[in-house]
């Protein structure tokens, strides 16, 4: 039962166009969200998080969108730059006042290759 | 800086053999966390554990066990390995409901 899904397992854009990365989730418990990026042979890395009680966080060229009603959120990277080749996960959180809410539950990730 | 590391960046083992996989943060960190990663899978939590000597079931918890002696340090371990346990496995930690830092990641193949 996969709570947390992104349905595009790749994708590729150019370089300096926006790169939309998407991800759907079930459990309407889930109020906070996080997008990591993860590079091959490394650990992922925390890239940009949004908490259910807002609909947009931004940070420099990431903006990550929150549609509760839709239970969808997307990273948006714009510029898109070669760097940002890399597997993207998002992941999602059980309420901060519940036992266990450090736990993730992450998305299957997708690929994303800038074309230079 | 969060530093987490793993005992081995690639191991080979047989079938049968019991496998450890050593995890160390250096943050004072009091969660940590067991992953692995398969393709079109994405990461399944094992096991974490809130502090020393507790330990919780993650989603995929059967043909691990962890072992959490001190703070600083979260073993995860393969009573009987198989060959589907050949995967990519990943540490993290984390302060309370922070940010999880991950480790660079061991990648095992059971023959």
Known sequence: ???VKQNSPSL???EGRISIL???YTNSMFDYFLWYKKYPAEGPTFLISISSI???NEDGRFTVFLNKSAKHLSLHIVPSQPGDSAVYFCAASVGLSNFGNEKLTFGTGTRL???P | DVKVTQSSR???KRT???VFLECVQDMDHENMFWYRQDPGLGLRLIYFSYDVKMKEKGDIPEGYSVSREKKERFSLILE???????????CASSLGTDTQYFGPGTRLTVL
């Open chain 2, 16 to 18: 049968g053999e019991k």
């Open chain 1, 113 to 115: 290759t800038i074309i």
């Open chain 2, 80 to 90: 009987s390995a198989s060959t589907n346990q050949t995967s990519m496995y990943l």
């Open chain 1, 1 to 3: 039962d996969q709570q």
């Open chain 1, 54 to 56: 807002k609909d947009k």
């Open chain 2, 10 to 12: 690639y191991l080979v």
């Open chain 1, 22 to 24: 998407n991800c759907d």
């Open chain 1, 12 to 14: 590729s854009v150019q």
